[in-house]
């Protein structure tokens, strides 16, 4: 879950920018590595920003659903160890109580074998 507010982070970050103010530090960092604005160079090095840019948001999608099939594999994984057994009787009694033990029959006249005696 750490991991995925710290992937969140340069999102929201980069969702409070306005598309003019990343073009503008687009530019300024096209200019920095001494492209001049005008040139078939700058041109070239501001569509690598936003190919960067789109790349990283990629990868971005590709390890949250990554995560989400991790998450639901072990959902899946934990659901096959539910038990089975039945929890009430045919009369709407507990068979079992809180903490997994077999309670026997409740009631007047009612005998049940107990499922965890091996006394076949």
Known sequence: MKYV???LVPLAVAGCVSTEEQRSMDQEKCSSFGYRPG???????????????????????????AQDRERKEARRNRDDDIDTRPSYDKDGNPNFDTQGNYQGCQGIGCEVDNPDDDDN
């Open 39 to 65: 040139t078939g160079r700058f041109a070239d090095c501001m569509m690598k920003q936003s190919s960067q840019r789109d790349d990283d948001d990629q990868r971005f999608l590709d390890r949250m659903n």
């Open 5 to 7: 507010l710290l992937a």
